[in-house]
């Protein structure tokens, strides 16, 4: 009997089903539907389960990967720092969109939620949906939320955006970049930042650019918001 | 490769700086984006000599897909609770996004046209 608990497997089931999903991607021609994120977590979670491993041990073996995240992370001041002077006519309606758009993501969601009967703990989970992994895992704390969930409904979010942002910009006929870029960032954080990339890298710029400002925005603003509404019920 | 190595480490050293700011000033900004602050800034003092953080940068950027799976798969300690509250979930997520996704991008398409005319 192999033992499917030993160290090495963590890393080495990632990194297969990282492949995977880049064959299969390619194989589907680069459809929105078949990205590598959304695949290569679904293989992991088929491998998690066929080979009856806990999230925790897989996660602990893959330290090294998930430290690379905060690297790769660090490593979006490049589009930035490339299109900066893009950015500058245009960062006025901007921030407007961002005032807008960071609290339409939060209250869109929280408000579907709670009409559903979702508990407060599910609430307080969902309403960092729209900002990058680690500041979603830092505001949860802060308000008290469930950190991991919060991670994976952030995660879950920017899949979609990163899955439906090429056909809603063709129905809606949107060509400017600026626009395109800017908003998958805001609503779609790391995630569609990442779709962006492969888009081209002045989307890319807009996307990282907004995403930092949204989790800013976010973890400023959130805080104060829930406090006020508890003392206002 | 030297020049690969390089680049790596001066992103390295800004992820640090980052973590090293957040945990010694207690800044409440996630240390990753105060660390990409610094590459910001590292990367305009630089000017033209920053082809090499550019390009291992890039590499880096490149996998960006792959580094965000362990993370992702975290959705597997939830799995009690995903079910209890599927729908509300479900709803606020699938239909919360697309939503504000659509009304924002409309929003910013519309500000946009004002300061074009």
New interface residues.
């Given amino acids: 009997m192999i033992d499917f608990k030993l160290p090495g497997l963590g890393i080495a089931l990632?990194?297969t089903?990282?492949l995977l999903?880049r064959l299969f991607y390619q194989a589907s021609n680069k459809s929105t539907w078949f990205?590598?994120?959304v695949l290569?977590?679904l293989f992991?979670?088929l491998g998690?389960y066929v080979f009856d491993i806990p999230?925790?041990r897989?996660?602990q073996d893959?330290g090294i990967?998930?430290f690379?995240?905060?690297?790769?992370?660090?490593?979006?001041?490049?589009?930035?720092?490339?299109n900066?002077g893009l950015v500058r006519h245009?960062w006025?309606?901007?921030l407007?969109?961002l005032l807008?758009?960071g609290a339409?993501?939060s209250l869109?969601?929280?408000?579907?939620?709670?009409i559903?009967?979702?508990?407060p703990?599910?609430l307080l989970s969902?309403a960092p949906?729209?900002v990058?992994?680690?500041?979603a895992i830092?505001i949860s704390n802060?308000i008290g939320g469930?950190p991991?969930?919060a991670?994976?409904?952030v995660?879950?979010?920017g899949i979609?955006?990163a899955a439906?942002?090429s056909p809603?910009f063709s129905v809606?006929k949107?060509d400017?970049v600026?626009?395109?870029g800017?908003?998958m960032g805001?609503?779609?954080h790391?995630?569609a930042?990442?779709r962006a990339?492969e888009m081209d890298m002045k989307t890319?710029a807009f996307s990282a650019l907004s995403m930092?400002l949204m989790?800013?925005y976010t973890?400023l603003c959130l805080p104060w918001a829930i406090w006020l509404i508890r003392s206002v019920s | 490769m030297i020049r690969f190595v390089l680049g790596f480490s001066v992103?390295?050293i800004?992820?640090f700086g980052?973590e090293w700011i957040h945990e010694a000033l207690s800044v409440?900004?996630?240390?990753?984006?105060i660390?990409?602050?610094?590459?910001?800034l590292v990367?305009?003092i630089s000017k033209k000599r920053n082809f090499f953080?550019?390009s291992?940068?890039?590499v880096?950027?490149?996998?960006?897909?792959?580094?965000?799976?362990?993370?992702?798969?975290?959705?597997?300690?939830?799995w009690d609770?995903?079910q209890q509250?599927f729908?509300?979930?479900f709803?606020?997520?699938?239909?919360?996004?697309?939503?504000?996704?659509?009304?924002?991008?409309?929003?910013?398409?519309w500000?946009?046209s004002?300061?074009k005319s």
Avoid at chain 1, 116 to 119: I, K, T
Avoid at chain 2, 35 to 40: A, S
């Fill in positions: 990632t990194l089903a990282y999903a990205q590598p994120v290569g977590v992991v979670l998690l999230y925790e897989y996660f893959n990967i998930h690379l995240l905060s690297t790769a992370t660090v490593a979006l001041a490049i589009p930035l720092y490339q900066a245009c006025r309606a901007l407007i969109t807008i758009g339409l993501s869109s969601a929280v408000g579907i939620a709670w559903l009967g979702a508990s703990d599910v969902i949906k729209s990058t992994t680690p500041f830092a802060e469930l991991g969930l991670a994976a409904l995660i879950i979010s979609i955006v439906i942002a809603v809606l949107l400017d600026v626009v395109r800017s908003v805001m609503i779609g790391g995630i930042t990442a990339v890319a930092g989790g800013i973890s | 992103i390295l800004c992820q980052g409440h900004l996630p240390a990753p984006i660390g990409m602050m610094l590459l910001f990367l305009h953080i550019l291992s940068g890039k880096l950027l490149n996998y960006l897909p792959l580094f965000f799976i362990p993370a992702g798969a975290g959705i597997a300690l939830y609770l995903l509250e729908w509300p979930i709803f606020a997520i699938v239909l919360g996004t697309p939503i504000s996704f659509v009304l924002t991008l409309l929003l910013f398409q500000l946009r004002l300061s």
